[in-house]
């Protein structure tokens, strides 16, 4: 299984992931809600946005992220 799905801790603030999960914006991590809420106030946020997608249109479904 991915390893997305096992990780038990947040790879940001260490707590749990029951609550949920998501891919930081920035790099790789998978953080929680709580830290992908406060990333979304980071002055980067819409860059990193911005620039996943376009990975993703050239094809690029691996992209470590802005600060990856």
Do not use: W
């Not at 990780?7 to 603030?13: L, V």
């Not at 993703?56 to 470590?64: F, L, V």
């Amino acid at each position: 299984m991915d390893r997305f799905f096992t990780i038990k801790q947040c790879e940001c603030c260490g707590g749990s992931l029951e609550g949920g999960r998501i891919m930081s914006r920035f790099n790789e991590n998978c953080i929680c809600i709580d830290c992908s809420d406060k990333e979304k106030q980071d002055p980067e946020y819409h860059r990193a946005v911005e620039a996943e997608l376009a990975e993703i249109r050239k094809g690029n479904y691996n992209y470590k992220g802005l600060r990856g």
